[in-house]
């Protein structure tokens, strides 16, 4: 995350913490189960630069309150170091296309690659960087066997 990025998310956390709906919210002890229905998290550091505009929109009466946002992985694992990054889930499609492997057969070899269960349509977002560098690693094995017997 970049030094503005940083900047502009704390700046985020300080409008919805001092939104007049955030207050009623939070005085009512509901804070916590709010973002837990809407974004599958309890705190809002653990949220997105774009989920936290989402919140805004919804403080301020821009966008309806709904329950279950598509959670926005790839602007979360920004936050954590360790975790895949958008150029990596990018590599792992575009060698997953080269093989003409669908969703399925790809989570299939992400599981057995990295061994692990993952059985959502994120999962790819789940993976840690080491793990994404062993599925590349894998797929471009596959993708060299594949070009070598043909």
């Known amino acids: 995350m970049t030094r503005a990025q940083e900047i502009y998310r704390k700046q985020l ?3 919805i913490h001092t939104h ?3 207050k009623i919210i939070k005085d009512n002890d ?4 709010w973002l837990s229905l809407r974004f599958g998290v309890d705190s809002s550091k653990d949220l997105s630069i774009k989920e936290l505009n989402a919140i805004l929109d ?3 009466g821009k966008v ?3 329950l279950n946002f598509k959670p926005d992985y790839a602007g979360r694992n920004i936050l954590n170091p360790a975790k895949i990054t958008a ?3 990018e590599k792992i499609k ?5 093989l003409g492997w669908d969703e399925i057969k790809l989570m299939r070899f992400v599981n057995r690659q990295c061994n692990t269960l993952l059985i959502y349509i994120s999962y790819l977002s789940k993976l840690s960087k080491k793990q994404a560098t062993s599925v ?3 797929l471009n094995a596959v993708l060299k066997d594949k070009t070598r017997k043909t």
Not at 30 to 33: F, I, K, P, T
Not at 94 to 98: D, E, I, M, N, P
């Open 13 to 15: 956390l300080a409008i």
């Open 20 to 22: 007049p709906q955030y």
């Open 30 to 33: 509901a804070w916590s189960e």
């Open 58 to 60: 919804i403080l301020n």
């Open 64 to 66: 309806c309150d709904e």
């Open 87 to 89: 150029k990596q889930i």
């Open 94 to 98: 575009v060698l997953a296309g080269k």
């Open 136 to 138: 590349i690693t894998g």
